[in-house]
C-alpha cells in the first residue's frame, strides 16, 4: 500500500463531527482483495489479536488491504487507552484508490497510529514480526506526553458537558473557553481573573504567611535562612522538629517535614536548593496534612493526604515493598495518572535513617515505614477525600487565605489532628497557599468519593446562564456566498453587535481588515473566535477548507447554503459531480445547534433536500412562493421568504413582514435576481439570529454592490455615458445568473471581456462562453498570469470552442494580460453601451477600472 496524502481534519468534516486523520490510500492490484491472499489475515490477527472485524456487518465484495489499515489504525489507538470510535474507507472512482478515515484525540497520536498500522499491515504481508508491546508503549507514552493533565482535562471535560467549545492554545495547559467577546481562559487550574501579584504571592511562601497572619489565620512560625547554619540556627530558635521547604515551591518539590536532627537538616536543606536559592525554616505542626481546594468564594473539595509508605511483611525488603506499589496501574511517574509512582531518593533514604532503616532492611510484619514525611501526591502520597466532614469555621479559615492572597482558585494546606473541628481548637495552620492547585486528589482520591471540582471551576467562570457562544453564521454554496456573508455581517452591524467576518477576501473585526486573501477557511475562522471583541462571527465556508481540514468550529447557530451548482472545482479531490458537492455543503447544516436554524434555497432541489439533515428549525427561501416545498413549510407554520408584489416577504405560519424591493439599493429595485436571492437568504439568517426588524430593514436599505462594499460582486461604473459591470464570476450558474441581470439593463450594445480559469475542467471553461455568446455582441478574449497548469493559449481556445455556435456574439480581440484587455474594452465603449468585465486579479483591476472611470 501507498499511502500518498494525510491530512488532520480538525472540525466536523465529510465523513464524521469528531477530529479524524484521513489519509489517501492505493492498493496494488495484488491488495485489491486480502480474502484471496492465503493466510494474511491469520497473520495480521497473530500479530495483533484486538485489530477487530475487518468487514461490517452486511459488507459484501472484495476486502482491500486499505480496510486492515484502516482497523489496524483504529484499534492501535483503543488499545493504547484513547477514547476513539469511528473508521470508514471509501472508494473513489480511480481504481484500487481509497480514502481512510479514522478518528483520532489527539492528532499526534493519529499520526503515529498510522504510521504504525502500515508497518504492521506490510509485516504481516510479509511475515515479518511486528512489535506490538513496543508499538501501544509508543502511542501511549506518546498520549501521555501531549494530551491535556487530570487537572485541566476535567475543567475541559466539564466545559464539554455544558457546550462550552474550548481551544489548546499551546501545547501545554493554556486553553480558551467559549468565543469571541465571550471567551475566558484558564492555565491548568489557574482561571485568567487571577492577578500576576497574587501568583507572586503565593509563590512567596514568607510574604504568604505574614499577610494570613494579618488577617488572623493562624500559621507555624519560622523564617528564611540564607545557609545551613543559618538553618540549624533557625531549627534550633524554634526548639523542636521543623519544616525545610523552597521559599518560592510549589507542588511539594523539595519539601521535608518532621526535621528533628542536624542530620536530616542537611539533606533537607540540599533538597530545598535545588528548588531555590531562598529557602525556609518553620516550626512543625503535628498532625494530619489537608488540601483544602477554595473556588471563588466557597470551598469545593477537601482531602487528608498520607505521606508515601509501606507495610512490612517481614519478608521482602522496603525496596521490594515500593515496587510492589509503583506498579498500581494508577501510579505513573508523571502527573497524568490518579497517583504518582514513590521515589527512593536522599529525602527517602534519611527518613528511612531517622526509622533505623535502610532501602534493603526487611521491616517486621504490620511495621509501617515512612519513606519521606511530605504527603504531597506529587511525591508518591495517597489522599482520602474529607469534604463533608470540614467544619464551616476551619472552611471560612481556607475561604479567607485565599482571599488573603488574592487567588480565585487556591489549594490551602493545612495541618491539623482533624477537618471536623475549628483549627483555633486544635492548634493547627495554614502552612501553605497555592496557586494553580493539582486536582487530581479530589477527581480520583485514593480513598473516598470523587468531587466534581472541574464543573465548580467552570461555574465560577461562567455562571449557570450560558454556554459562553458567541453566534456563528456559516455560509456556503456555489455562488452568492461573499455578497450573503457580507449583507449578514452588514445587517448584525446596525443591531450594535461587534462582528468577525471571513470571506474570500479577506478577515475583517468590527470593519477593520486585519488579513488579506482568501481567508474562507478554518484557520480564519478559528482566529476570528479568538478575537476578544467579536460579538458575533459571519464565515464564508468553501469547500476547499472543509476537505482540508474541517469545519473551524463545532456547531453554528445559523448555516446558510446559497445554492449548489456544477463548476465549482468539480473534478479535484475526488469531488466529480453536482451531488458529491452538496454532500460536502451540507456539513454545515449537518452542525447547525439543536437551538439554531438552516437556511436553504427552496428553488435548489439538492439544498432543499439538506432541511433532513439539520438538527435545528429550517427557513427556506425563493423567490417564487409556489413552490411545493415553499407551500408545504409554510403550511406547517415554519419560516419562509420569498416575494410577493415588489416586497421581500418573511412568513411565519399567518404572520408577515414585508420590505420593498424598491428600497434594496443591492438589487436595482428587484430587478437583479441573483442580488434578491442574496438578500433574502440574508434575511432569513438576520431572522434566525432574532435581530431587530429595525435593524434587518435598515441593514437591507443601506447595502450596496459598490467596489468598496462587495469587490468583484456586480460592481457597477458609468464610464462616458456607458455602463460598466466588474464581476468575479467563474462558473457556469455565475454566467448564468449575470446573463440574466444585465439581460434587465437596457443598452445599446453589449460586450464582455472574458478568461478562464485553467483548473476547472475543458468542459466547464467551454461552457462560460456557450452561456456567455447568446447574450453579448462582442467578446473580448485574455490571458490571465496564472494559467493553473494550462499550456500558453489553451484557455483561450476552450473559450473560441465555447462561442463557436454561440449566436451573435463575435470575438473583436485576444488579448494576454488583464488590463490591457480592459483598456480596449473601454475603449470600445460608447453611450448607451454595456460592457461586463470578468476580473480575474479583484482588487488590482477594480482600481484600474476605478482610476479609467476617474479620468474619464
Known amino acids: 500500500m501507498e499511502v500518498s496524502r494525510i491530512r488532520a481534519l480538525r472540525g466536523p468534516n465529510l465523513w464524521t463531527r469528531h477530529t479524524a486523520i484521513e489519509a489517501i490510500v492505493a492498493c496494488a492490484e495484488e491488495e485489491l482483495s486480502i480474502d484471496d491472499v492465503p493466510g494474511f489475515e491469520d497473520r495480521l490477527r497473530a500479530r495483533f489479536p484486538e485489530i477487530g472485524a475487518l468487514r461490517a456487518v452486511g459488507q459484501e465484495g472484495p476486502l482491500p488491504a486499505a480496510r486492515a489499515l484502516e482497523s489496524a489504525a483504529l484499534h492501535l489507538q483503543t488499545q493504547a487507552g484513547c477514547p476513539v ?3 470508514r474507507t471509501a472508494q473513489t472512482l480511480e481504481q484500487g484508490v481509497y480514502q481512510v478515515v479514522v478518528e483520532y484525540t489527539e492528532e499526534a497520536v493519529g499520526r503515529l497510529a498510522f504510521e504504525l498500522a502500515q508497518a504492521l499491515c506490510e509485516a504481516a504481508w510479509t511475515d515479518a514480526p511486528f512489535d506490538l508491546a513496543d508499538a501501544l508503549a509508543r502511542l501511549r507514552e506518546l498520549d501521555e506526553d501531549v494530551r491535556l493533565g487530570p487537572s485541566t482535562g476535567a475543567i475541559v471535560q466539564a466545559a464539554l458537558a455544558r457546550g462550552i467549545p474550548y481551544r489548546r492554545l499551546t501545547d501545554g495547559s493554556l486553553v480558551q473557553f467559549g468565543w469571541g467577546s465571550r471567551q475566558r481562559r484558564i492555565q491548568a487550574a489557574e482561571i485568567d481573573t487571577t492577578g500576576a501579584v497574587a501568583e507572586q504571592i503565593a509563590q512567596d511562601k514568607q510574604l504568604t504567611k505574614r499577610l494570613l497572619s494579618a488577617a488572623g489565620v493562624p500559621v507555624p512560625d519560622g523564617r528564611p ?18 519544616v525545610v521547604k523552597p521559599r518560592d515551591g510549589n507542588q511539594g518539590k523539595g519539601v521535608a517535614v518532621n526535621v528533628v536532627d542536624r542530620d536530616h537538616l542537611e539533606v533537607a536543606y540540599a533538597a530545598a536548593t535545588e528548588i531555590s536559592s531562598e529557602v525556609m525554616i518553620e516550626r512543625f505542626i503535628p498532625g494530619n496534612d489537608f488540601r483544602l481546594l477554595v473556588v471563588g ?11 508515601p509508605h509501606v507495610i512490612g511483611d517481614g519478608v521482602r525488603t522496603i525496596r521490594d515493598l515500593v515496587d510492589e506499589i509503583n506498579a498500581d496501574p494508577r501510579r505513573g511517574d508523571g502527573h497524568a495518572t490518579a497517583l504518582t509512582k514513590i521515589r527512593i531518593d536522599e529525602l527517602a ?15 517486621n510484619k504490620g511495621a509501617r515505614v515512612i519513606l519521606r514525611n511530605n504527603a504531597n501526591l506529587s511525591t508518591g502520597g495517597t489522599a482520602t477525600d474529607v469534604t463533608d466532614d470540614v467544619h464551616p469555621e476551619l ?20 495541618v491539623c489532628e482533624s477537618v471536623v473541628r475549628p483549627l483555633e481548637q486544635q492548634g493547627g495552620g495554614v502552612v501553605e497557599v497555592n496557586a494553580a492547585p493539582g ?40 455562488n452568492g ?49 479568538l478575537h476578544p471583541d467579536v460579538d458575533a462571527a459571519v464565515f464564508e465556508t468553501a469547500r476547499g477548507g472543509v476537505l482540508r481540514e474541517g469545519l473551524g468550529f463545532d456547531r453554528c447557530k445559523v448555516a446558510v447554503v446559497t445554492n449548489v451548482g456544477k463548476g465549482d472545482h468539480l473534478g479535484l479531490n475526488f469531488i466529480t459531480s453536482v451531488e458529491d458537492l452538496a454532500v460536502l455543503k451540507r456539513v454545515i447544516v449537518q452542525n447547525v445547534a439543536p437551538d439554531g436554524a438552516a437556511v436553504l434555497n427552496a428553488a435548489d432541489p439538492i439544498v432543499a433536500a439538506m432541511a433532513d439533515t439539520c438538527p435545528g428549525s429550517v427557513t427556506f427561501f425563493a423567490r417564487d412562493r409556489s413552490l411545493p416545498v415553499m407551500a408545504r413549510h409554510r403550511a406547517r407554520g415554519r419560516r419562509v421568504v420569498y416575494v410577493d408584489g415588489g416586497s421581500i416577504v418573511a412568513a411565519e405560519g399567518r404572520r408577515e413582514r414585508r420590505i420593498a424591493l424598491s428600497g434594496l439599493p443591492l438589487t436595482r429595485g428587484g430587478a437583479i435576481a441573483f442580488q434578491v436571492d442574496n438578500a433574502m437568504a440574508a434575511l432569513a439568517a438576520a431572522w434566525a439570529l432574532e435581530i431587530d426588524w429595525k435593524a434587518i430593514e435598515e441593514g437591507l436599505g443601506t447595502f450596496t454592490s459598490d467596489a468598496a462594499t462587495v469587490p468583484g460582486r456586480f460592481n457597477e461604473f458609468s464610464f462616458r455615458g456607458a455602463t460598466v459591470i466588474a464581476d468575479y464570476g467563474h462558473n457556469p450558474d455565475a454566467m448564468q445568473a449575470l446573463v440574466q441581470a444585465v439581460d434587465a439593463i437596457p443598452a445599446r450594445r453589449r460586450i464582455v471581456v472574458i478568461s478562464g480559469a485553467g483548473d476547472r475542467r475543458d468542459q466547464d471553461i467551454t461552457e462560460l462562453t456557450e452561456i456567455l455568446g447568446s447574450a453579448f455582441d462582442e467578446v473580448i478574449l485574455y490571458q490571465d498570469q496564472a494559467q493553473r497548469g494550462r499550456g500558453d493559449g489553451e484557455v483561450m481556445g476552450l473559450l473560441r470552442k465555447g462561442l463557436a455556435g454561440a449566436g451573435r456574439a463575435r470575438v473583436v480581440d485576444e488579448i494576454k494580460g488583464e488590463f490591457t484587455a480592459i483598456d480596449a474594452a473601454l475603449g470600445r465603449l460608447a453611450s448607451d453601451d454595456l460592457c461586463l468585465i470578468l476580473i480575474d486579479q479583484v482588487d488590482e483591476a477594480l482600481a484600474h477600472i476605478g482610476s479609467r472611470v476617474a479620468a474619464g
Open 439 to 478: 486536582l487530581r486528589m479530589h477527581l480520583s482520591p485514593s480513598y473516598g468519593k470523587p468531587r466534581p471540582v472541574g464543573e465548580a471551576i467552570i461555574s465560577t467562570m461562567f455562571g449557570d446562564l450560558h454556554d459562553a457562544r458567541i453566534p456563528v453564521i456559516a455560509v456556503t454554496g456555489t
Open 395 to 414: 472552611a471560612a479559615r481556607a475561604v479567607e487565605a485565599a482571599k488573603m492572597v488574592g487567588l480565585d482558585i487556591a489549594g490551602v494546606d493545612i
Open 85 to 87: 470510535a469511528f473508521s
Open 349 to 363: 533514604l534519611a527518613r528511612l535513617a531517622i526509622q533505623g532503616y535502610t532501602a534493603d532492611s526487611i521491616p
Open 297 to 307: 468564594n466557597h470551598l469545593v473539595a477537601a482531602a487528608r493526604r498520607d505521606s
Open 225 to 242: 535562612v540564607e545557609d545551613v547554619e543559618d538553618a540549624w540556627a533557625a531549627m534550633s530558635e524554634i526548639g523542636g522538629a521543623v
Open 481 to 529: 456566498k461573499t455578497t450573503t456573508v457580507r449583507l449578514i455581517s452588514h445587517i448584525i452591524a446596525r443591531s450594535g453587535l461587534r462582528v468577525g467576518m471571513t470571506n474570500t477576501d479577506g478577515v475583517f473585526v468590527n470593519g477593520v481588515q486585519t488579513d488579506s486573501g482568501d481567508c474562507s477557511g478554518p484557520k480564519s475562522a478559528r482566529n476570528v473566535l
